[in-house]
């Protein structure tokens, strides 16, 4: 069984799954860049209950439906979370071994800032992708 693990830069959050993500996605939305402070947001999705959070992560919620998690006391940003529907997104540069990482698609493509290239050959979608 694949394990996933991975924490915040000081060490004060810590987090595993030992299950297989329900997807491995690329988002470009603007949302998604001030939030990451980054191009895009690369992100491993998970049931809320396959991961085990230790260490105190603040939140803050970004759209109604959605709470981004990060450090406490150094600020990484780790998770996007829908208690709605019970999942949990995971940073892939949070993980101890961010090479997991295997991407399935981008989406939000519309909002991509211009000097990223996507020759990935992974689909791709200029709003949400398909349900």
Not at 5 to 15: D, E, K, P, S
Not at 38 to 64: H, K, Q, Y
Request: contains cysteine.
């Amino acid at each position: 069984m694949t394990k996933f693990q991975g924490g915040c830069l000081c060490g004060a959050v810590r987090y595993h799954a030992e299950v297989a993500p329900i997807n491995e996605r690329v988002c470009h939305c603007r949302r998604c860049q001030k939030a990451i402070g980054a191009a895009f947001n690369a992100r491993l999705l998970f049931r809320i209950d396959d991961v085990t959070v230790e260490g105190e992560v603040a939140t803050v919620n970004s759209s109604p439906d959605l709470k981004r998690g990060f450090c406490a006391a150094c600020g990484t940003t780790m998770f996007s979370r829908r208690d709605s529907r019970g999942i949990i997104g995971v940073t892939s540069g949070s993980l101890d071994d961010p090479s997991q990482f295997n991407p399935d698609m981008h989406f939000w493509t519309a909002s991509k800032q211009p000097w990223v290239r996507l020759d990935d050959g992974l689909p791709q979608y200029e709003g949400a992708p398909p349900a």
